[in-house]
C-alpha cells in the first residue's frame, strides 16, 4: 500500500513547531521560548525499482516538485510510464511554508518505507519517514491523524449572565455551538471557578457571532455569556486510540481509583509527542517526556508515541543551546533513548537518532568547567526541580545525569558500531563527584560545594541510588539518612516525587510508597479530581488548590508528570522487569507490600503481556510471551509461554 514520505524527523519537527505556537493565555498567544529546529524546505527521495512488467504511476507532492525516471523529468500529476525492468526514480519537492512530502501510486512503483531520503544533489541516504496513517494521494501530513468523538454536557445550568456546562471531567477537544444569533463569550474552566471567573480565567474564546467548532481546547467546564445564547453546545473529543493494556486493583478499592485517574491523565496527554499538560502549557518538556516514556511502557507500550518525541526533542544540530534550554533535559533524553533501546530492541531508531544524539553531547562537553563538571553558562537553566536547592557553582544531580548519560552514549555507540570518541572519563568522573560531593558521615551527598553550604538534598540521592552511582551499602544508608530522614525537606512536586518513589522502591522499601499513593494521590480524588494536578497540597482548600505560578488558576489539573502510579505498581509491586534487551528476557518479581491481595495486568512487548494474582497465600502467574522468570523470596521459578503457574507466597 502506498503511503506519503518524507526525510526522516522532518514530520516530528513540523507538528513541534505547530504545536508550540498553540499556546495561550488570556486570550494572547503564548508560542515556547526555546530554539526549535527547522524544516528543511526541500529534500529528495529515490528508489531503484525491478518491475515486472509494463505499467505507470503518477506522483503527487505536499508542496511543487518533479519525478526524474532513469534521467528524464517529469512534473507531478503526471501519469508516468515505463516499461518492464529496472529503473532509477528520483522525486526532487519543495515546500517553502509547511513539510516537503510525496505520494507515489501505482501497481509496482509506489512510495513506501522502502525508499530512501537525501539532501538534495548529496551521496548519503537515509530510510524515508511514513506513517501508515496516510494513504492516500488527499490525506495532508500536515495535519495530525487525530480521531474525533462527540460527547455532550453531563448537566446545564441557567445562571444570571449565562448558561454553566459541565462535561463530567477533565477533557480536551473542540467545541461546537449552534444556533448562534449574537455574539457571545466562552469561558473554559478546569474548575467551575475558573470557567466562572471571566477576568482570571487562563483560556476564553470572545466575541463568537456564528456557529462554528472553536480551537480544541482543555476544559471541564464552559461558561457561555451574551444576551442571546446558542440553541446546543457539544463537543468534538480529540484524541489518539492508544489502547490500555494494563491493569491494577487491590483489597483497598482507592488504589484502583487512582490507577485509572492516572492512566486517564496520561491518556489525554498522549497526543503528537508525549505533553506535560493539556490546558496550560501544552509544550513538550524534556523532563515530563522522560518520565512519560517510563509510564508508557507500563501503559500502552506503544513505540510510536516515544519515538515521535525523542524526535522532537532532540531536533537535529547545529547544537546552540540545551533542550528546552535546560541543561538535565538535555541528559535525560541520552537516558531515555538507551531505556527506550533495552525495552525495546529497536535498533532502527538508535541507528537514526544516535548521530543527533552525539552532536548533542559533543555540545554538552563543550560546556563543561575545568573539573569537567556541568554549570551554569549564559542561556542555561539549572533546573533539577522546583526546590531550594544551592544551585551556586556545580550542582551534585547535574553531574550525576552527566556521569549516567555518558555510560548510555557510550553503550549507544557500540550498539551502532559509531564513535563516541569525546565521551567523558565515567571512572574520573564518579571518583570526583565523592571527592566533590560524599558526605560518609551524613550518610550522602550534598547539593554543591562552592557555597560551603553543604545542604543535603534528597534530590542527587535519589538519583544516585536510581542510576546506580552508588554501592548496595552506600544506597541503604541514603535510604535511612535522607530518603526516611523527616528533617530532609520534602520533594514538593509529583514530577521528582515519582523518582523519590522509583528509588525507594528499587531498595524495596514499598510499604512507604503505597501510604504515598493513597495519601497523595488518594488526596486529589477525595477532593473529585477527575484527572490528576500538577501539584496537591493538602494543608489549603477550596479555590487556593487551583493557584500556582502567582495566578489564581495557573495550576494544570490534568498533568503527565502524576501518572507515575502506573509506573509504580506495574514495575515495582507486580514486579515486572525487562532483564535483557526487548524483554528477551524478563522477570516478575511481586512486593505485595501492604496490599493482602492483588491482580495486575502489565505489557510486555508486541502485544504480549503478564498476568498476575496474589490472594495472601499463593500467585497465579502467566506470561504470553516466552523468557519469563517469577523470583519470590529466594526462589526463582522459569515461565513458559502461556502456562499459567501457581506459586505458594
Known sequence: MAEWIWFPGEYEMFHSIQLHGRRQE?????PCFWLLPAVYPNIELHKTVNCK?????????????????DGVRYPEKTAVRYSAGKHDIKLLVLNQRGLPAAYVQGEEVFSDGSWTAAYPYTAERFPVGHSAAYTRADDNVEVFPFEYERRLPVSVEKRRNGTLYDFGRETFGKLVLEGVSAPVDVIYGESEEEATDPRCAVLRELGVDSDRELVSRAFRYIFVTGEAQPESVYML??????EMRADFECDDPLVKQIFDLSAYTFHLNSREFFLDGIKRDRWVWSGDAYQSY???RYLFADDDITKRTVTALVGKPPYVQHINAINDYSF???IGVWEYWFASGDLDFVKFIYPRLYELYKFCVSRLDENGFVVYMPGDWIFIDWADLDKQGPMCAEQILLWRATVCMKELAAICGAGCECAVDTDELRKKIYEKYYRPDRGGFVDGYESGKELMNRQQNVFAVLYGLVTEEEAERI???VLSNPEIPPIKTPYFELYELMAICKLGHVESVQHMLTEYWGGM?????TSVWEQFDPTVSGAEHYEMYGKAYGKSLCHAWGAGPILVLGRYIAGVEATDVGYSSFKVSPKPGVYKSFRARVPLRNGAEVRIEYTG???LVCATADGGSFEYGGDTVKLEKDKEYRIRA
Not at 26 to 30: E, M, P, T
Not at 237 to 242: F, G, I, K
Not at 525 to 529: E, P, Q, T, W
Request: proline content about 2%; glycine content about 12%.
Open 479 to 481: 535510604y535511612e539518612c
Open 525 to 529: 480524588l477525595r477532593l473529585g479530581a
Open 237 to 242: 473529543y480529540e484524541y489518539v486510540p492508544l
Open 332 to 334: 535525560y533524553q541520552m
Open 294 to 296: 517510563m509510564v508508557n
Open 26 to 30: 488570556f486570550g494572547a498567544d503564548y
Open 53 to 69: 512488467k509494463d505499467g505507470e504511476f503518477t506522483f503527487y507532492a505536499n508542496g511543487c516538485g518533479y519525478v526524474i525516471v
Open 617 to 619: 497465600d499463593e500467585f
